[in-house]
């Protein structure tokens, strides 16, 4: 297991957690004064992370609130019982703070599911890193491809950070390839959220059925996606609907490790249409040399796919 060499030492961000536990339960007294509140914005000023950390509290009390069947009042007691509750709330995952480096090998498929429900199938050749503690759920893709199905848990966010973006989950299903950056993020069902790093005039929202792509310098347009396209890979089906040659190699070739080539550029031209099984090489490229005008030549280290003549 491989541990983010970012993450804080869990003693310092203990005193955080405590520091904005105290904060939040003084700001919610109606006798708070100047001097409090200007000491209070001062700490919150100081950097991310106090802001961060405060706003997790604002989350929790606002998610019990909401929780109350009948309106009232808020006391002290019901807000000191909340503090100390979201206290020990945090206390416990800092306990049980996990984190993991997950990769899959060319050709393989695994599923994770964590504790609070969340599914993640991770596709072929594909490295993500885990990181579950406090009032963090987050996902960063290094590369590759999966899928997340979240689970009910509404108390703490889940993240997927992919290249220069962050993707929020608004309770959902969604898909998230990261390669030759550029980012696809697909939403199945639910909503995401998507920011740009830095740019916070990028946001989008993805609804069900909904996609787009980005890159470090790009932001595509949302467009229309397809369930079953999107998610035959966990079946070891690859679907092409009038697809370029040149994608469909790619495709092949993401999931065997001796690669398919064009030997001549014009073959782009050529679209494929249908269902294949991905993990049938043999099968795939016998398809593409029945199906158009090309012929396959075995050498040293890959199969060279020309005109036929």
Known sequence: MEQDQQAGHPSEENALTEQAAAWFLRMQQSDTNDVEQKAFEAWLAENEAHRTEYQQYVQLWQT??????????????????????????SSLHWLTRHEEMITTAIGEHQQIILA?????????????RLALYGFTRKVTLERGEALFRIGDERLRSFEVHAGNGILRDIGTEFNVIKEEGNVTVAVLE???EVGIDHQN?????LHGGEQLTYSAYDLSEISSTDKETVTAWRKSRLIFRETPLE???????????????????QLNTLRVSGEFNSADRAGLVQAL?????????????????????
């Open 64 to 89: 019990l609130d909401h929780l109350e069947q009948k309106p009232r009042k808020k006391s002290r007691s019901t807000v000191t019982w909340i503090v100390t509750l979201a206290i020990l709330f």
């Open 116 to 128: 609070d429900g969340t599914t993640i199938d991770i596709n072929t050749d594909s490295t993500l």
């Open 190 to 192: 639910g909503a995401v």
């Open 201 to 205: 005039d990028t946001v989008r929202l």
């Open 247 to 265: 994608e469909v190699i790619r495709q092949i070739n993401r999931y065997h490790s001796r690669p398919v080539r064009l030997g001549d550029p």
């Open 289 to 309: 040399i029945t199906l158009l005008p090309l012929r396959a030549s075995e050498l040293d280290s890959v199969t060279l796919l020309t005109y036929e003549k």
